[in-house]
């Protein structure tokens, strides 16, 4: 079974500056898939980014990147410029590729709160 | 509509009664996922569906809980003989085949 942990359960930040959210995550699968979701007030997850483990290249959205070691099994999000609005609660999420059932295994969450 | 649409918002219902929860996933959209997510925990998976079959229903927690999905659009996650251990939020996903996954808001269920 894969898990996923994120072990700092709150962060927060000054506006504008950058803040590294960690993930790790625990398979014995080689093809999968990691991703970030956030969760705001309004209780809909949103994907922020999404990489499939066979690439080596980290995603990049906007000012959201992430660090992928898979020999560590580790998946980081870096926030870069913070904004108000990115205050949420932040899920680490992994999915098997295996053509099978694609649901996503989540971590507990991290809350992040961008002080103006 | 333009995203996935989850009715009730909040259900607040008494230890023993059944419960609804609808899923109007987005048009065209032939995987539909269900989640529970309790208090400070993420989602957890309850049950999958490809079409108007359960492809993986290995999430749910016991024969409580069941849902349908009987014309390939709409699902319905019912509850049956609610516990106070039920209570939690319960989010709809659905996705195309390009994989990516739109969830709804959620239905918040307070068992009493």
């Known amino acids: 079974a894969q898990t996923v942990t994120q072990s700092q359960p709150e962060m927060s930040v000054q506006e504008a500056e950058t803040v590294t959210l960690s993930c790790t995550y625990d398979t014995s699968e080689s093809n999968y898939y990691l991703f970030w979701y956030k969760q705001p007030p309004s209780r809909q997850m949103i994907l922020v980014i999404r990489q499939e483990a066979y690439k080596q290249q980290n995603a990049t959205e906007n000012r959201f990147s992430v660090n992928f070691q898979k020999a560590a099994k580790s998946f980081s999000l870096k926030i870069s410029d913070s904004q108000l609005g990115d205050t949420a609660m932040y899920f680490c999420a992994f999915m098997k590729s295996d053509g099978g059932s694609e649901k996503l295994v989540f971590g507990k969450g991290m809350k992040l709160t961008v002080n103006p | 509509g333009a995203g996935v649409s989850q009715t009730p918002s909040n259900k607040v219902t008494e230890k023993g009664k059944y419960v609804e929860l609808r899923c109007d996933p987005i048009?065209?959209?032939?995987?539909l996922y269900w989640y529970r997510q309790s208090l400070g925990q993420g989602p957890e998976f309850l049950i999958y569906?490809?079409?108007?079959?359960?492809?993986?229903d290995s999430g749910l927690p016991n024969d409580r809980f069941f849902a349908v999905r009987p014309e390939g659009s709409v699902s319905t996650l019912k509850i049956q003989r609610t516990e106070r251990g039920d209570s939690a939020v319960y989010l709809c996903?659905?996705?195309?085949?390009?994989?990516?996954?739109?969830f709804g808001e959620g239905s918040r269920l307070t068992v009493l």
């Open positions: 996903a659905s996705s195309s085949i390009t994989g990516e996954l739109f």
């Open positions: 048009s065209g959209h032939t995987a």
């Open positions: 569906f490809q079409g108007t079959g359960a492809a993986d």
